[in-house]
């Protein structure tokens, strides 16, 4: 039975692995296929490409956007894209700008509160373009401004808290068109993280093309519920990990096996976009 991993995270957003240190894991643990998908970057793809190469493992080059619908957050994962692809490339530049400008107002807001973090110490560590709240938990922990990651997040970081900063989303639809636009497929992740399932129909409209139904935060009957949903919709399956290294503990990939059969229909699904480039007489 082969199997793939499509939810991946590596230091080139809040991941701790190297894309090198990722496909030695997905190696090791037997996948035939991974997908990277960082969050609003394509940076590490090259990389693991190379990596998965070598240890003869597929790869499919991927990316997790930000975006939202009806003021909810929801994360739309590309897959297939062209990471050449200009459009992608400058749009996701500016996502990453929004992405460092968050961290800097997080931090003077941390700043206010007496916490002296600098926001120097929060770009020095994460070293990636797409810096998020993960990072400037790390710094604080590194800095022994706070205990733990928990701790940051409890106090200072998540929605509510002091130090709690709204991200400037881009619309889902939108996101949609993007992921289209650069030759992907784009997949609602994680859907019963955010239970938004209101907004299935709306996506599914502007051509949503699957739906992660597995996922480590998806229990059995969640799971079961979004493969329900996605027959009914006539969507995708996809699955995975969303393994962000040792910065959540134990590394989760090896946690989710999809089965590969779902990886052939991606391919399929994307190959039936693309336009035909063989002489239609022949
Ligand atoms: P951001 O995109 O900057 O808002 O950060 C989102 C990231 O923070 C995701 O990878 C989440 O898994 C992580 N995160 C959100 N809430 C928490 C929390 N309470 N503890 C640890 N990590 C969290
Ligand atoms: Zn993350
Ligand atoms: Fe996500
Ligand atoms: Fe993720």
Redesign the pocket.
């Known amino acids: 039975m082969k199997f793939a991993d499509l939810h991946l995270h590596t230091k080139f957003s ?1 991941g701790t692995f190297t894309p090198e240190e990722l496909a030695g894991h997905g190696a090791r643990l037997g996948f035939a296929a991974l997908a990277l998908t960082d ?1 609003d970057s394509v940076e590490g793809c090259a990389r693991m490409a190379a990596a998965c190469g070598a240890a003869g493992i597929e790869f499919i080059p991927g990316a997790e956007l ?1 975006a939202e619908h009806r003021d909810t957050e929801v994360h739309i994962l590309g897959y297939f894209l062209d990471t050449e692809n200009r459009m992608l490339r400058e749009k996701i530049a500016g996502f990453q700008a929004v992405r460092q400008n968050r961290v800097r107002e997080m931090v003077a807001a941390l700043n206010k509160l007496g916490v002296p973090l600098q926001a120097e110490a929060v770009f020095a560590l994460a070293n990636c373009r797409s810096p ?3 990072h400037v ?1 790390r710094a604080l922990v590194k800095e022994r401004l706070i205990g733990n ?2 701790e940051a ?2 106090k200072f970081l ?1 929605k509510g808290r002091p130090a709690w900063v709204p ?1 400037t989303k881009v619309s889902a639809l939108e996101s949609v068109g993007l992921i289209h636009q650069a030759g992907g497929l784009a997949v609602m992740a994680h859907p019963g993280l955010n239970r938004t399932d209101e907004i299935i129909p709306d996506l599914v409209d502007a051509g949503l093309d699957g739906i992660e139904c597995f996922h480590t935060k998806h229990s059995t009957v969640m799971s079961e519920r979004y493969l329900e949903i996605a027959e009914k919709h006539h969507l995708l399956v996809t699955g995975g990990s969303d393994c ?1 290294g040792f910065s ?1 503990g134990r590394p989760l990939i090896g946690g989710i096996k999809l089965p590969y059969q779902h990886v052939e229909k991606m391919k399929q699904a994307v190959a039936g976009k693309k336009p035909a480039t063989t002489d239609a007489h022949g």
């Open positions: 809040d969050h930000t998020g709240r993960p938990a990651l928990d997040f409890d998540k991200k962000h959540k």
